[in-house]
């Protein structure tokens, strides 16, 4: 089992930075190979936006490719998602999902964040 928690969302104008950090706890945690930030806007489906890999890849969504960075700190067991120059059509709720070993997958709770223009 995997709990994960989102922190750091909020409003921001257009133009800013907000850090989203998702604390990893529970047993599994040391099988975790995947890791990834979705958002989910108002009347659309949740999208992938930045993914991490166990041996260090990334991957990013081309609407986010050179504003957002995923990283991994293993001291505090988060992985966070740097935004920068935030746009209001990057509002919506972000959740943080990891993969284990095995191929369950676990979500958090989701966090809002909202970016006004």
């Known amino acids: 089992q995997v709990d994960l928690v989102e922190s750091g969302g909020g409003l921001v104008q257009a133009g800013g930075s907000l850090r989203l950090s998702c604390t990893m706890s529970?047993?599994?945690?040391?099988?975790?190979?995947?890791m990834g930030w979705h958002r989910q806007a108002p009347g659309n489906q949740r999208e992938l936006l930045a993914s991490?890999?166990?041996?260090?890849?990334?991957n990013y969504d081309d609407s986010v490719k050179g504003r957002f960075t995923i990283s991994r700190d293993n001291a505090k067991s988060t992985v966070n998602l740097q935004m920068s120059s935030l746009k209001p059509e990057d509002t919506g709720v972000y959740f943080c999902?990891?993969?284990?070993?095995?191929?369950?997958?676990?979500w958090g709770q989701g966090i809002q964040v909202t970016v006004s223009s």
């Open positions: 999902e990891v993969v284990v070993y095995g191929g369950r997958r676990y």
């Open positions: 529970g047993r599994e945690t040391k099988s975790i190979y995947f």
């Open positions: 991490l890999r166990i041996e260090g890849t990334t």
